[in-house]
């Protein structure tokens, strides 16, 4: 018994280590690529508004690599088969999320943040330390990580060119997927944390601000 379990732990870190290798390194297109299509025509911008798009594009892109990446590493770490089951679910979800945002990148005549494999691989070994710190915690994390995630995300929405209407249909249904991940996660026993990890989690997400536009 202890061998069998001793094997599976590494079946799990060898998926884990392939994993982190194709999301920091790889690309991927999601199952509902074509999803785009939903969103309206692209329309005809001026230069300085699809400079504004692009920048915050840029920023929420970075952010579903983390997204994408922490779910990851918690659904490998997770002790439940069915918060496993959960986590992986939302990480198609957030890949799903990344898509939509490299089309529009691309529409706006702009590309990802270079930094994307730093944030993934950060991001992957953060969500592997809250699985290990159990499930409750692990959902609660990432009920806390939405509800930041959705602030943000309604922010830039005030943020963007009125007339960049395809840009905030995709946003908005990024937010409602986010909003859906957190609800979820309480639902199936996340604790709540305390305010000084969203404080913390506030910190990391305006350096990921500050820089994605940019570099």
């Known amino acids: 018994m202890r061998a069998d379990r001793n094997s599976e732990g590494l079946d799990r870190l060898i998926i884990g280590f392939d994993r982190l290798l194709k999301g920091a390194f790889g690309t991927h297109r999601s199952r509902r690529a074509d999803h785009i299509r939903d969103f309206g025509e692209a329309p005809d911008l001026t230069t300085a508004e699809r400079r504004v798009s692009a920048g915050l594009i840029r920023v929420d ?6 997204a994408q990446a922490l779910y990851e590493g918690q659904a490998i770490t997770a002790r439940n088969p069915a918060v496993a089951a959960h986590m992986r679910q939302s990480a198609v979800e957030e890949r799903e999320h990344l898509d939509w945002c490299e089309q529009r990148l691309d529409e706006l005549n702009s590309t990802p ?8 691989a950060g991001s992957f070994v953060v969500g592997l330390a809250a699985g290990l710190s159990g499930d409750r915690n692990s ?19 005030t943020r963007l060119p009125e007339r960049d209407t395809r840009s905030r249909e995709i946003l908005l249904a990024m937010q409602a997927d986010e909003r859906r991940h957190g609800t979820n996660a309480i639902g199936s026993g996340g604790r709540e944390f305390p305010g000084f990890v969203r404080k913390l989690m506030r910190a990391a997400s305006t350096l990921m601000t500050a820089t994605a536009p940019h570099i």
Not at 61 to 66: K, L
Not at 113 to 120: F, G, I, K, M, Q
Not at 147 to 153: A, K, P, Q
């Open 113 to 120: 943040t270079r930094l994307a494999p730093v944030w993934y």
């Open 61 to 66: 892109h970075a952010g579903e690599v983390c």
């Open 139 to 157: 959902l609660g994390f990432v009920a806390a990580t939405e509800r930041e995630v959705d602030e943000h995300l309604e922010r830039h929405l």
